[in-house]
């Protein structure tokens, strides 16, 4: 009778070391979990020790055929132990990309960008293996490049412009508001939003309040009269029509305004509560506008802030305001980089 003891990681490779040094018909006569010898061994998982036993006549008499067909057992068995590690690890990699994905998801990041993100992630860490901690921390570095935000001199023509409903003519009697009453400059409003009579009063409401110059372009020649009427101002805040962002024609109309005025600022003022499908498609329908800044409004009237970085992704240009409500002038401030990244990510500050 033969009888060996085996320390091994796991059973399978003690069945595969059994067959191969005592045959088929090798019995395993005990297991235990031992640790392993010295300080350091305490420390480490702890092993398996199998004992068995076999038949020493049993063990000589086997035939030719039968050690082949044992050692091609063996190398299928190596084959699946194999298989089973690699597919463990790519769950493991995938299981890391998943955490941080569903974290990102859940705060209203979509797919589309996560994918981005990741693949690209993935090509310059090609030979490492990406821990969770390692994968956030990427994740983290890609927004940070992703996120912009204007910090030049606020220029002295600016004009917003964006779709109905984003809140324009507010935003723009809070821009007047923060520059006349706490930087001390001599601002002027137009409008040239004509189509609806309400915004128009209202503006001129908050220029009276403000006792500021305000005028009204109701056509393209008007313009550069009225811009030259406030040449003394130190800012020049310009209110366009909201524009529905399917109509191409429409906004062509804006654009000829903006090229008209020439101003050194172009707004494309975004709200936060629109379908991340539709702010998608309004960034890309107003690129012919040119716009080369970002006002993001009804920030507070939400509670995902994937929007936020759905337009730095595709609009590709900085932030400037950020709108948190509807008070005059004290709902708006200007964009923090730091602050945005915790949102995006569903940190509390």
């Not at 045959?23 to 420390?43: E, Y």
């Not at 998982?45 to 076999?54: C, I, Q």
């Not at 030259?228 to 429409?250: A, E, F, P, W, Y």
């Amino acid at each position: 009778m033969i009888i060996k003891r085996y320390v091994v990681d796991n059973m399978n490779e003690a069945m595969v070391r059994i067959r191969y040094e005592l045959g088929n018909d090798a019995v395993i006569v005990s297991q235990r979990k031992i640790r392993q010898k010295g300080i350091i061994g305490i420390l480490k998982p702890r092993k398996l020790e199998v004992t068995a036993a076999a038949d020493e006549k049993q063990k000589n008499v086997k035939s030719k055929s039968e050690k082949n067909e044992e050692l091609e057992k063996e190398l299928s068995d190596i084959k699946n132990m194999v298989s089973i590690l690699l597919r463990e690890r790519d769950t493991n990699r995938k299981d890391n990309k998943n955490k941080t994905k569903q974290k990102l998801l859940e705060n209203d990041i979509p797919n589309e960008i996560i994918e981005d993100i990741y693949n690209n992630i993935k090509l310059k860490n090609q030979d490492k293996k990406l821990t969770p901690k390692m994968i956030e921390s990427c994740f983290k570095e890609a927004l940070m490049d992703i996120i912009k935000i204007d910090e030049n001199k606020d220029d002295k023509i600016q004009v917003l412009v964006g779709p109905t409903g984003v809140g324009k003519t507010t935003t723009i009697a809070k821009l007047a508001s923060l520059y006349s009453l706490y930087q001390n400059k001599k601002v002027g409003l137009i409008t040239i939003d004509t189509y609806r009579i309400g915004a128009v009063e209202q503006l001129k409401t908050y220029a009276e309040i403000l006792s500021i110059p305000f005028e009204v372009a109701l056509s393209l020649k008007d313009i550069p009269e009225i811009i030259n009427k406030m040449k003394g101002c130190d800012v020049i805040l310009i209110d366009t029509t909201g524009r529905n962002s399917k109509n191409i024609m429409q906004i062509s109309e804006t654009r000829k305004y903006v090229e008209t005025i020439n101003a050194g600022k172009v707004h494309l003022v975004l709200s936060m509560t629109t379908k991340q499908s539709d702010l998608k498609k309004i960034i890309e329908n107003y690129k012919i506008v040119n716009y080369n800044s970002l006002i993001l409004t009804k920030v507070d009237e939400t509670n995902a802030y994937g929007s936020i970085l759905s337009c730095c992704y595709y609009g590709n240009v900085p932030i400037s305001f950020l709108t948190t409500g509807q008070n005059v002038p004290e709902d708006i401030e200007r964009a923090d980089k730091d602050k945005i990244l915790k949102l995006v990510l569903g940190v509390d500050n």
